[in-house]
């Protein structure tokens, strides 16, 4: 990744395994790290682990709005009011039918995967404006390109992600922010890393996503860093059914979802 004596990234999620893993990947580059995460014990030995240059670490819930700005203040006065990067990599996966869920359950499934995006995003928005070159990658996923039952709520949070992303990729190009997402479809985390709520239903992760890793997308996320499409499918495999429900029908799309989910 390009970097100066003093680039600076901000991750949400960081405990998780994505966020773990482009935490690593960024101080390893000798970033400055700043790491976001409701788990307040991992996030400090995530900081005390990583060899960075300079590391910022607070424990919140990231769809909590008052405690993200104030989180910003602090981390903009530690970073010289500098944001390079935002990476936003908090989420959490719950599946189920959609009428055997509560409502709360629906809520917090929107929270976590979409409005804590949303909530950071807008509030990193000055220092990014006044970065040069700034950019904000977001995690979306496969299930953003078409819901995935047993996880209605979660595609259409994450579908909330892929639109807003383009939004803003359109919005904050007047001030020099690229805004992208990476569209990873399920991986498996390391021993360690922090797990979803509920495990990814087995047949979709089978078939869309054979051995990726966390680490196969914190490659991606590198790219990113440097380069201005907007949209990046993660791994061989899923790029081809990325770009083929570009082009193929809708009703052979729905087909293939079947097929993939099992319904």
């Known amino acids: 990744m390009a970097v100066s004596p003093s680039s600076v990234v901000l991750i949400t999620g960081a405990t998780s395994g994505i966020g773990r893993s482009v935490a690593h990947r960024f101080a390893g580059d000798d970033w400055r790290v700043g790491l976001l995460d409701p788990d307040?014990?991992?996030?400090?030995?995530?900081?005390?682990?990583?060899?960075?240059?300079?590391?910022?670490?607070?424990?919140?819930?990231?769809?909590?709005?008052?405690?993200?700005?104030?989180?910003?203040?602090?981390?903009?006065?530690?970073?010289?009011?500098?944001?390079?990067?935002?990476?936003?990599?908090?989420?959490?996966?719950?599946?189920?039918?959609?009428?055997?869920?509560?409502?709360?359950?629906?809520?917090?499934?929107?929270?976590?995967?979409?409005?804590?995006?949303?909530?950071?995003?807008?509030?990193?928005?000055?220092?990014?404006?006044?970065?040069?070159?700034?950019?904000?990658?977001?995690?979306?996923?496969?299930?953003?390109?078409?819901?995935?039952?047993?996880?209605?709520?979660?595609?259409?949070?994450?579908?909330?992600?892929?639109?807003?992303?383009?939004a803003l990729?359109?919005?904050?190009?007047?001030?020099?922010?690229?805004?992208?997402?990476?569209?990873?479809?399920?991986?498996?985390?390391?021993a360690g890393a922090a797990a979803e709520e509920e495990p990814m239903p087995v047949r979709p992760r089978r078939r869309l996503a054979p051995n990726l890793t966390v680490d196969d997308v914190a490659d991606v996320v590198e790219e990113a860093v440097t380069e201005d499409r907007i949209h990046w499918p993660v791994g061989q495999q899923f790029r081809w059914v990325y770009r083929l429900s570009d082009v193929l029908p809708a009703p052979v799309v729905r087909l293939l979802m079947r097929y993939v989910s099992g319904f």
């Not at 950071?120 to 977001?138: C, G, M, N, Q, Y």
């Not at 904050?172 to 390391?190: E, L, N, R, T």
């Open 40 to 166: 307040e014990t991992a996030v400090h030995e995530l900081a005390e682990a990583l060899d960075a240059p300079d590391v910022y670490a607070q424990a919140l819930d990231p769809a909590d709005e008052a405690a993200v700005q104030d989180a910003l203040v602090t981390f903009a006065e530690q970073m010289d009011a500098r944001l390079d990067v935002l990476v936003n990599a908090a989420g959490r996966m719950r599946s189920g039918r959609f009428d055997q869920l509560d409502l709360p359950a629906h809520r917090d499934i929107l929270n976590a995967n979409l409005w804590a995006m949303l909530a950071v995003t807008h509030a990193a928005f000055p220092l990014l404006r006044d970065t040069e070159r700034s950019r904000v990658i977001s995690i979306a996923s496969a299930s953003s390109m078409y819901g995935t039952p047993d996880l209605a709520s979660y595609s259409a949070a994450r579908a909330g992600v892929r639109s807003l992303t383009q």
């Open 169 to 190: 990729n359109l919005e904050w190009s007047q001030h020099g922010i690229h805004v992208c997402d990476v569209i990873p479809p399920y991986v498996d985390a390391p």
